[in-house]
Every structure is written in C-alpha cells, then in structure tokens.
C-alpha cells in the first residue's frame, strides 16, 4: 500500500498572524492604534515637498548612514551602536531572529504586545509567557531561572504601565546569559528610557519607533540601540535578508524629525497633558485604570462591558482597541487624541453609559 500522496501543502509555513488595529477610510474619530495626533515636524513636510523622483532611480542607503549618525549623535552613542529598521516591528523582529537563537525558551509578559509570541511562532523559538501581577505589573522575580531571552515592553503595552529602570537594569543584571530586549515604544510620553544602561550591559537591547512621539507611523521608522557587538549581529543578520529597508525618503524625513528636538518635545508634552485631563475625566464617568506612562489609556467600567462600549463608540465613529483576551476582556485601551477628540469620545461615553443604565 501505497502512502496517499504529498502535496505542496506539506512544504507550506503555516502561521497564526498579528492582527494589527483597524485602519477605516473616512472621517472618524480614531483613537484604536496610539497613532499620534498632531502632524510630524515641519521640517518633514519640506523634506516631502523638496522630494526629486529622480533620486528614486537608485537604491537608498543601504547603511541608513545619515540617520544612524542623527540617531547617535541624539542619543550619544556610536553610529555603530544604532541599528535602524522599517518601524519597530522589523527592528524587534530581526532583534528576535538574531538574539534568540539558542535553545532555552525566551520569556515575556502573558499581557504585552501581541506580536511577540507571533514573531516566536514564526521563527519556531520556543517560549514561555509570565503572568503579570493582578494589577498588571510586571514583577521581575517572576524571570528568575536561565533563559534564551527575555522581551518586555516599556511602558507596557496594553496595560500602560511602567516598570522602574532600576528594576530593568537588576533584570539585565540577572541575566547575563541571554539578551533582554527592552521595548521602548511609548518611553517618550513620561517615561524613564533604559538607554544609559546600555554602556554598562552587553546583553541589553533598547528598541524605539518614530511611530508614536515622532508622528511618523505612515513613515516606518524605528532603532534599536546597544552594544557595538549586538548590533553588529543584527546588522548581519539584516544584510542576509534584506540590504534596503528604509527607502530614501523615509531615511530623509527621519534625520528632519530627530534634528527637531524642540517640536518633538512640544508635541510628546501635549500629548502628555490631555492624557491628565483624560485621567480626571475617564475616573468620572466612572472608568479605572492602570496610572498610564504611555499615550493611551486602558480602562474598565464599573456597569458597561468593554465590548459593548467599543461597538456603541464604532457606531459614533469613535474607534478605540479591544482585545479579547483573557484578563483583559473587560478593558478598552484608548489613544490619547487632540482635546478636541477627546472632548467628542466623554460625550459619546457619557450618552452610552446613560443608555445602558
Ligand atoms: N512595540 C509596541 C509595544 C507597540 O505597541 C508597537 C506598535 N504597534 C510596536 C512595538 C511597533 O511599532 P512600529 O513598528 O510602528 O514602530
């Protein structure tokens, strides 16, 4: 007896994918992907506008020389200290590629960004996710033990909330057997960044975006910052996948955003401000939340299910992240908006709340 035949469907990769946020079309108002409500800096309006197709013929750097050097002299590091990648998704997924290629599982947070395990799954690197405490933080005794790697955002996403840079650096410090890669995507709405530890600590990783503070998420630009040997590593790895990643305008409109340290401020500093206010307001109408370090908020209702609110919000064209998860079913995590914005989605919640009573 013959075995029934194979076909090309035995050679497929099969995966379960990251299902990023909504993107709708039209006027709405949207606060589901903690996209950044304020353009990005003028200077990356004139680097559009000044843009020669010409210059498209040939291919971009494929260094990122010119933003790296931006990037290093910002951060006061080396250029050769600055990994540069399309966001940070391609950053953390080469870091992923790169730094946990060993055996022993990696670790992260059972609640946290939902493209971890799916960078994991895709890579086949075995892991294992550690509770957050009840009140969602993250505790770092729960690590203990030998690992092939460690991950956590910081801020966490979608919980908001920080874990102290001492307690990232005696992490870092526990582990010198694998990388800890420290997910920076929210740090600069009030967040402690790890980045000086980086001289100390061979094994640390911080990675950042322009997608959130920089307003630049259409753009895809993020880093990643550490030692000169991990970021040769990656660099390696990149080479042997992909040379161009950042096309040339991107890279342009990148070393534009970071030379406008007084913009960047200003706008994170908004952000910040309405986030406060969005506290004030949120805890009135009834929400709690974890104490966001972070541009979005991630409440619950004390009487309406999360779900339902998020569906009555889409029906007012109010669009706002619910996952359904385990533990966090109840909870929507809300972009911080313009005030504006934000003064429609407390109207919105205030008539629905009243509706369900
Ligand atoms: N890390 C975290 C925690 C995030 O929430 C996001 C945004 N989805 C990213 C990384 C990736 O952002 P980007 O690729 O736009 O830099």
Redesign the pocket.
């Known amino acids: 007896m013959q075995n029934a035949m194979n076909t090309y469907l035995d050679n497929i990769r099969r995966v379960v994918p990251y299902v990023p946020g909504e993107q709708p079309a039209g006027k709405v108002i949207k606060l589901n992907t903690?996209e950044n409500p304020y353009p990005p800096a003028p200077a990356v309006e004139e680097v559009l506008r000044a843009s020669d197709a010409d210059v498209l013929r040939k291919y971009p750097d494929p260094t990122i020389g010119a933003l790296v050097k931006e990037l290093a002299a910002e951060y006061g590091v080396k250029p050769s200290q600055v990994f540069v990648g399309v966001?940070?998704?391609?950053v953390?997924g080469m870091a992923f590629l790169t730094c946990f290629a060993g055996q022993k599982p990696i670790a992260f947070p059972d609640i946290t960004?939902s493209f971890y395990n799916v960078w994991a799954e895709l890579f086949r690197i075995p892991y294992e996710t550690i509770p957050v405490r009840e009140d969602f933080s993250v505790c770092i005794d729960d690590y203990d033990g030998e690992k092939g790697g460690i991950i956590i955002?910081n801020p966490n996403?979608p919980t908001s909330l920080e874990l102290s840079v001492s307690s990232v650096e005696e992490l870092v410090k526990r582990h010198p057997e694998c990388v800890v890669v420290v997910?920076e995507?929210?740090v600069d709405f009030g967040g402690t960044s790890a980045l000086p530890l980086v001289e100390k600590y061979p094994n640390l990783l911080v990675t950042q975006?322009f997608?959130k503070s920089r307003s630049l998420?259409g753009m895809?630009i993020?880093f990643a910052i550490g030692q000169e040997a991990l970021i040769k590593a990656i660099s390696d790895v990149k080479y042997s996948y992909n040379s161009y990643t950042l096309n040339t305008t991107a890279i342009a409109a990148g070393v534009a955003s970071v030379r406008d340290r007084g913009y960047f401020e200003k706008t994170c500093a908004k952000v910040v401000a309405t986030r406060e206010r969005a506290k004030e307001r949120l805890a009135e109408l009834g929400f709690s939340f974890p104490d966001s370090k972070t541009n979005f908020i991630f409440a619950t209702h004390e009487s309406v299910p999360a779900k339902t609110l998020q569906e009555e919000l889409k029906k007012r064209s109010i669009y706002v992240r619910y996952f359904a998860k385990p533990r966090i079913d109840n909870y929507l995590r809300i972009t911080v908006g313009t005030d504006e914005e934000m003064e429609a989605l407390y109207s919105a919640l205030r008539e629905i709340i009243d509706q369900c009573r």
């Open positions: 903690n966001g940070s998704d391609d953390i960004y955002a996403a997910d995507a929210y975006t997608s998420a895809r993020g």
